[in-house]
């Protein structure tokens, strides 16, 4: 087996890829709780860029608190029965796939991709701002 150490002494290393629409598959999910004391989920994305290269890792954190991002989410992956209501757990997003826009941010010198938004059908109606979706 052979490994390789992705990670520099200087934070980078990691594949940037340039802001805008990508393909995508979830390939890990964690439970856990925010800095705030919400409930939270830690994704790991495999992001594509279309070109037939090795996926790029993007990670995400949805929590309790960022509603609309949760319900977005969950539409973009094709959970729509959670959009009601109903518990988004790991065992759920692991493998789904969908479609993001990337961003790029620097922080601490360090430029990185992050998930700006995930892309559903905007036709599909919206959920009323009083629904709750726990985790």
Known sequence: MITKEWQDEEGGGSFLLPPGMYNFKIAAAEKGKSQAGNDK?????????????APVFVYDYLTSAFKKRVIDFCRCVGLVDLVDGGELTPQRCINATGQVHLKQETYESVTRNKVDRYEYDKATPKVPEEDDIPF
């Open 41 to 53: 989920l830690t994704l790991t994305l495999h992001v594509y860029d279309g070109n037939g290269g």
